[in-house]
């Protein structure tokens, strides 16, 4: 059973950051793919950053040039690094994994950008 358990989330102001953190349970942390997604209120769920296992990332074009993700396999954790955040990046931040077709879910962190 895999567990993943964010933190990080909060409220700042625009032009602010934040760093999401993703733990995650089970010792073949290493070898998988993590992603953060991000749902805002009546919006669908949407891909926002990709790390492989190799360290190769991708990211959303909304997220581009103002985030990093990395991650930490002795800590099994999965970063986020928001930087310039802006009101539009408001959403709940969900960490996720998929492990032999199965697809795991954080309970999410909220971020809120509001002056």
């Known amino acids: 059973q895999v567990q993943l358990v964010e933190s990080g989330g909060g409220l700042v102001q625009p032009g602010g950051s934040l760093r999401l953190s993703c733990a995650a349970s089970g010792s073949i942390f290493s070898i998988y793919t993590m992603d953060w997604y991000r749902q805002a209120p009546g919006k669908q769920r949407r891909l926002v950053a990709t790390?492989?296992?190799?360290?190769?990332?991708n990211y959303a074009d909304s997220v581009k040039g103002r985030s990093t993700i990395s991650r930490d396999n002795a800590k099994n954790t999965v970063y986020l690094q928001m930087n310039s955040l802006k009101p539009e990046d408001t959403a709940a931040y969900y960490c996720?994994?998929?492990?032999?077709?199965?697809?795991?879910w954080g309970q999410g962190t909220q971020v809120t950008v509001s002056s």
């Open positions: 790390i492989t296992s190799g360290g190769r990332t």
């Open positions: 996720h994994m998929v492990v032999a077709g199965r697809h795991y």
